[in-house]
């Protein structure tokens, strides 16, 4: 059975809430169209992810907020980006959950988050039952200026530890994986400008991996070919 949660007692919330919704080539109801559902990585990589499918004539949508896996409000954006009422079909849903919760003011415990992704994952099979889900693991914390490529090691142990569920919820169960966390964990060409967010090298590495990826789900040739 899926936890289902139902009040916002546990939550903390951060100095700022947000969420990011986009629809790409919104009037075309008969495009391919990816969604991708994530936070600020995720509203960083997909409009580069988007400049690389467009000869694929491929839509790239997104839901990217500072809820993290677990919330409510999380699963309440979920089910108005997926509803019949938006009337759109999604061929792949790329999910990459897992900062929020601990980068920032709030930490939220380990269980509840396994239970929120248990649950979201749930809510988008419900609602695009025929689309093919990639489980993205999430990218690393540094310490930020003047090392934007050294680890802190307190906060990536939260992301480790979510990051193997991540691996062996998508195993279990099927789906696909993007293992985006040894991508660029502690590569300093990979720097980040604020012990977060990636500058342009990283953002353009994150992009082409996770438009492989799309491309792998819908079983056509990668960019590189």
């Avoid at 949660?5 to 919704?21: A, Q």
Wanted: net charge negative; with cysteine.
């Amino acid at each position: 059975d899926i936890p289902i949660m139902k009040s916002n007692e546990i939550f903390e919330r951060e100095g700022v809430e947000w969420t990011y919704y986009w629809w790409d080539e919104a009037g075309f109801f008969d495009r391919d169209r990816v969604a991708c559902i994530g936070d600020s990585m995720t509203h960083h990589y997909r409009p580069e992810v988007q400049k690389l499918l467009n000869d694929r004539k491929i839509s790239v949508d997104q839901m990217a907020g500072s809820h993290c896996a677990g919330d409510p409000a999380f699963i309440a954006g979920l089910e108005y980006f997926f509803g019949m009422h938006q009337n759109y079909i999604y061929d792949v849903i790329h999910f990459n959950n897992g900062l929020h919760g601990d980068c920032n003011n709030t930490k939220i415990p380990f269980d509840i988050y396994c239970q929120g992704i248990k649950h979201a994952i749930a809510v988008i099979r419900r609602l695009q039952p025929q689309a093919k889900i990639i489980i993205a693991t999430c990218t690393h914390m540094t310490y930020g200026q003047p090392d934007n490529s050294k680890l802190d090691l307190e906060r990536n142990a939260v992301v480790m530890k979510r990051n193997e569920f991540l691996r062996q919820f998508a195993a279990e169960n099927g789906y696909m994986l993007d293992d985006l966390f040894p991508l660029v964990a502690g590569k300093a060409e990979y720097p980040h400008v604020d012990g977060i967010h990636f500058g342009p090298e990283g953002v353009n590495l994150l992009a082409h991996t996770v438009a492989n990826k799309i491309l792998e789900a819908f079983g056509q040739e990668p960019l590189d070919k």
